[in-house]
């Protein structure tokens, strides 16, 4: 079956997001390319070149992974990396996917100004952080955290179907078994979920 996979970093899956890493040419399925929030100090001219470059690209589905993360030193460095590249979104019309760790309130101010989707991968917060990014019309994709996390799984019984991804990111083994968790929770068969995956990913693909 089509198990799509919103956020990977395996060259050979090839149906899902790829993130491309520099400076490597555009992978011929679909691929997503941004500047890390941990590697804003190397983002050198060379890399945005290659990022302008890349992001121009038919197979280029999204700009990112980007975004905010408390770990890093520099901050105002990292505010504006990130503004750069949702502004290259927003000039592309690609959506953004979003690294995000201990920043979510201070997403929706970048949301704001920008008229692409924006998903924040990988999450596996609780309820009022979900609630919140909800409020702000963020999707959310969801990864393998989900097959023990409970609250996680409790949080997912409750989040739309229409606003939701999954993904393996860089976790080993496939994502079949994160398809058969979900439905199960959700109460529908993998087809109909395979199908309302393909249609969010519609909504939000150039
Ligand atoms: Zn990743």
Known sequence: MNYFDFHHHNSRCKNGIYNLNFPDLPADSLFSAGIHPLTVSESTDE???????????????????????????????????????????????????????????????????????????????????????????????????????VNLQLLLKEFPLEKMFLETDAEEGSIDELYRTVSSLKGISEEMLILQIEKNLKAILP
């Open 47 to 149: 890399k945005w070149e290659w990022l302008l470059k890349v992001s121009q690209h038919l197979n280029c589905a999204a700009i990112g992974e980007c975004g905010l993360d408390a770990r890093v030193s520099d901050d105002v460095l990292q505010k504006e990396i990130f503004g750069r590249q949702t502004e290259l979104a927003n000039k592309l019309r690609k959506p953004i996917i979003i690294h995000c760790v201990r920043r979510f309130s201070e997403l929706p101010h970048f949301k704001r100004k920008v008229n692409v989707p924006m998903v924040v991968h990988g999450f596996n917060k609780k309820q009022s952080v979900a609630n919140e990014l909800r409020k702000h019309d963020f999707y959310l994709s969801f990864g393998k955290s989900l097959l023990q996390n």
